[in-house]
């Protein structure tokens, strides 16, 4: 029974000690009795110093593993950051691109010199070139908001 008192009381001085991160002191007596205390005792024959561990708090540090992840989780943000600001390059590209496209096909809309072609009784006609040049000006507006459709889904 005392046996179990002394290891109880052992016991409850080096959880009490590393909860105030103190020394214990274990001293053995000449006749084999093992003594615990903040102090070592007067005639112990041998006489150890028991450090507290100091308990584990807060967060830990990262594993090698941890921090190789969280630098790959960070170079994928890296790369998505640069392909979203790339995309949204495109995007104001091709919406600037379709208002230049709209714009020379307003602007072209009146006939240039040589575009066309006098009538015999009088007047005249627009030609083959007028037509060609107001088809690649709509074609150029088409392009124009395919791309941007384009630039549109690749954001999404």
Known sequence: MNAVI??????????????????VYKSTMPDG?????EKPVA?????????PVAPKAGIPGLTAEEKARAA???RQ?????????????ELDDARRQLQQAEAARE????????ERIGMAGGGSRLNEAYHARQKSLEDAVENA???LGDAQRALR
Do not use: H, M, W
């Not at 002394?6 to 020394?23: E, M």
């Not at 005639?43 to 450090?51: F, H, M, N, S, Y």
């Open 77 to 89: 943000r890296a790369t998505a950051g640069a392909a979203a600001n790339q995309s949204e390059r």
């Open 145 to 147: 908001r395919r791309r």
């Open 107 to 114: 602007a072209g809309k009146e006939p240039l010199p040589g």
């Open 43 to 51: 005639g112990a024959t041998r006489v150890e110093t028991l450090e």
């Open 6 to 23: 002394r290891n109880l009381a052992a016991a409850v001085c080096l959880i009490s000690a590393s909860a105030f991160a103190q020394t």
């Open 72 to 74: 790959q989780i960070d």
């Open 33 to 37: 009795r093992v003594v615990y205390g």
